[in-house]
T-cell receptor, first 117, second 116 residues
Framework: AQTVTQSQPEMSVQEAETVTLSCTYD???????LFWYKQPPSRQMILVIR??????QNATENRFSVNFQKAAKSFSLKISDSQLGDAAMYFC??????????????FGTGTRLTIIP | GAVVSQHPSRVICKSGTSVKIECRSL??????MFWYRQFPKQSLMLMAT?????????EQGVEKDKFLINHASLTLSTLTVTSAHPEDSSFYIC????????????FGPGTRLLVL
């Protein structure tokens, strides 16, 4: 079974600084997707970024980027120029590849990010 | 992105009553929807996978007779908590995966259930 591990229950960063959230996963599959979702106090789950395992290039979305190390099964999220609105719970998630149809997500336990003004 | 709605956003009910939560995909069709439960300060726990036109697939340990799922159309799935008890109080979230946006799940805003 696939597992996703987030080893940092809480992180904090000064506003405008950069922070990296860690995520490791375990799978025997070669085709899969990885995601970072944020859950602010409203509890709405919001997609931050996604990475296809077959792509070597790291995904980026504005201030958010990932460091995808497939051999190490590591998928960290870097937030640059942190803003107060980035304060949230961040979940790393894994999904098996498209060949298996609509697949469920496996979530990590989350990292609570605090932004210090 | 894609939009998923849930109704109601919060509900309070008496112990022993049933509560229905609706999950709708507003701008896409979803043959599959997912139902999660989230306890305070914890991660999401998948309860079941809802399949349009067929029976839902429940995760181990989830009582299918207590959490009834009906996926009646390509845009609507419902979760009914039957004979609710205080221990069913939780935050329930649904999600769906629009095929045209790749293999990405989009989530509803969630429903907070409080059973008195």
């Amino acid at each position: 079974a696939q597992t996703v591990t987030q080893s940092q229950p809480e992180m904090s960063v000064q506003e405008a600084e950069t922070v990296t959230l860690s995520c490791t996963y375990d799978t025997s599959e070669s085709d899969y997707y990885l995601f970072w979702y944020k859950q602010p106090p409203s509890r709405q789950m919001i997609l931050v970024i996604r990475q296809e395992a077959y792509k070597q290039q790291n995904a980026t979305e504005n201030r958010f980027s990932v460091n995808f190390q497939k051999a190490a099964k590591s998928f960290s999220l870097k937030i640059s120029d942190s803003q107060l609105g980035d304060a949230a719970m961040y979940f790393c998630a894994y999904r098996r590849g498209a060949n298996f149809g609509n697949e469920k997500l496996t979530f990590g336990t989350g990292t609570r990010l605090t932004i210090i003004p | 992105g894609a939009v998923v709605s849930q109704h109601p956003s919060r509900v309070i009910c008496k112990s022993g009553t049933s509560v229905k939560i609706e999950c709708r995909s507003l701008d896409f069709q979803a043959t599959t929807m997912f139902w999660y439960r989230q306890f305070p300060k914890q991660s999401l726990m998948l309860m079941a996978t809802s399949n349009e036109g067929s029976k839902a697939t429940y995760e181990q340990g989830v009582e299918k007779d207590k959490f009834l799922i009906n996926h009646a159309s390509l845009t609507l799935s419902t979760l009914t908590v039957t004979s609710a008890h205080p221990e069913d109080s939780s935050f329930y979230i649904c999600s769906a995966e629009p095929g045209h946006l790749g293999e990405t799940q989009y989530f509803g805003p969630g429903t907070r259930l409080l059973v008195l």
